[in-house]
């Protein structure tokens, strides 16, 4: 079965911390998303990956395909980066995306 | 910048009504997407759509039906309304080697 795993479910972290959340599934994919959630907003897309690692800004994402396991950093965080982030991947062999549970992060000021 | 445009924001019907909710994307994506967000239960997959015509159904497709009569352009059709259909319902696109896109969402309200 196609799965997702997303941990922690909420985060609190100050102002300037190092974040991590993680991801991990099930079996072999061709894609793994990172979507950002404002509280009442849209969902943005952050990173897709099928290997190694992309930075964007404060963000980083990496992924490990032998161990099936992805993160995102987010360096130096701010209030602004608080939000839900969803992990999704798209499996092998399908069109359809498995969604991670998202990770709830507030950062305080 | 790709572009997925929900028709409406905000939606109020009542139940037993016919509901249509529109979604257009402008960057030729092949895959288009209809999902709904509760509180606690996450994204659901109701329908997706991988070319013109083509329909496939999601997670929770009951109560739902959905038509592609051309590339750009998804439509949810909710045939008999119910309160339980009260949600944000949120399009999506995507082709093989890009990110998933989503509209802003249409928050739809039974009553």
């Known amino acids: 079965k196609n799965e997702v795993e997303q941990s922690p479910q909420n985060l609190t972290a100050q102002e300037g911390e190092f974040i991590t959340i993680n991801c991990s599934y099930s079996?072999?994919?061709?894609?793994l998303h990172w979507l950002q959630q404002h509280p009442g907003g849209g969902i943005v897309s952050l990173f897709m990956?099928?290997?190694g690692k992309k930075k964007h800004g404060r963000l980083i994402a990496t992924i490990n395909i032998q161990e099936k396991h992805s993160s995102l950093h987010i360096t130096a965080s701010h209030p602004r980066d608080s939000a839900v982030y969803i992990c999704a991947a798209r499996f092998s062999g399908t069109y359809k995306y498995i969604f991670g549970t998202g990770t709830r992060l507030k950062v305080l000021a | 910048d790709v572009k997925v445009t929900q028709s409406s924001r905000y939606l109020v019907k009542r139940t037993g009504e016919k509901v249509f909710l529109e979604c257009v994307q402008d960057?030729?994506?092949?895959?288009m997407f209809w999902y709904r967000q509760d509180p606690g239960l996450g994204l659901r997959l109701i329908y997706f759509s991988y070319d013109v015509k083509m329909k496939e159904k999601g997670d929770i497709p009951e109560g739902y039906s959905v038509s592609r009569e051309k590339k750009e352009r998804f439509s949810l059709i909710l045939e008999s309304a119910s309160t339980n259909q009260t949600s944000m319902y949120l399009c999506?696109?995507?082709?093989?080697?890009?990110?998933?896109?989503f509209g802003n969402g249409t928050r739809l309200t039974v009553t």
């Open positions: 079996v072999g994919i061709s894609a």
């Open positions: 990956l099928s290997s």
């Open positions: 960057m030729d994506h092949e895959n």
């Open positions: 999506a696109s995507s082709s093989t080697d890009s990110p998933l896109h």
